[in-house]
Nanobody, 124 residues
Framework: QVQLVESGGGLVQAGDSLRLTCAASGRTLSNYNMAWFRQAPGKEREFVVAITRSGASTYYADSVKGRFTISRDNAKNTVYLQMNSLKPEDTAVYYC?????????????????WGQGTQVTVSS
């Protein structure tokens, strides 16, 4: 079992930055591909970004490319999401997810473990 806990969300203005943190416990995070998803009110959960076990490869949704950066510190069992130039449409609950097997990184059913989410609200 892997327990994931997100933190770092909050209320910010458009153009501001936030850094989300996903802290893992229970298993070594280096065994898992990691991702961030988000879900806005009334919408389906959507893929944001993924990073492979070693951190060598990353995959971004077009909507966040160039503004968001995912990174990981396997020694600390932690994944980060740096979000810059935030827009009101980035408002959502952000979820951290872990996948043991290699599969389609953009699909939520690839991921075995999920955090409880952290709210990000961007005002215009």
């Amino acid at each position: 079992q892997v327990q994931l806990v997100e933190s770092g969300g909050g209320l910010v203005q458009a153009g501001d930055s936030l850094r989300l943190t996903c802290a893992a416990s229970g298993r070594t995070l280096s065994n898992y591909n990691m991702a961030w998803f988000r879900q806005a009110p009334g919408k389906e959960r959507e893929f944001v970004v993924a990073i492979t076990r070693s951190g060598a490869s990353t995959y971004y949704a077009d909507s966040v490319k160039g503004r968001f950066t995912i990174s990981r510190d396997n020694a600390k069992n932690t994944v980060y999401l740096q979000m810059n130039s935030l827009k009101p449409e980035d408002t959502a609950v952000y979820y951290c997810a872990a996948a043991f097997y290699d599969s389609n990184y953009m699909r939520s059913n690839t991921y075995n473990y999920w955090g409880q989410g952290t709210q990000v609200t961007v005002s215009s």
